[in-house]
């Protein structure tokens, strides 16, 4: 993999994870988890937290390798 195919890569990944914060921080759609016993647990806020923080390490990522 070269630097420039890396950087295209980390760039998808980071509007994959805008997209992702995008769909579920408005609070249209709900991120559950079924758990083995079959109950559910609310996992929208987590899953939005995470999605900032890739999308934030994929700034920066892309900041690194295109100096």
Avoid at 2 to 7: A, P, R, S, Y
Avoid at 39 to 60: D, G, M, P, W
Wanted: aromatic fraction near 6%; hydrophobic fraction near 35%; include cysteine.
């Amino acid at each position: 993999m070269t630097i420039e195919e890396l950087v295209n890569w980390c760039r998808e990944e980071r509007e994959d994870a805008l997209r992702q914060i995008e769909l579920f921080a408005k609070g249209g759609v709900k991120a559950k988890l079924e758990l083995p016993d079959g109950s559910e647990e609310e996992i929208t806020e987590t899953l939005v937290r995470h999605q900032k923080e890739f999308a934030t390490k994929y700034e920066r990522l892309i900041a690194v390798l295109t100096k």
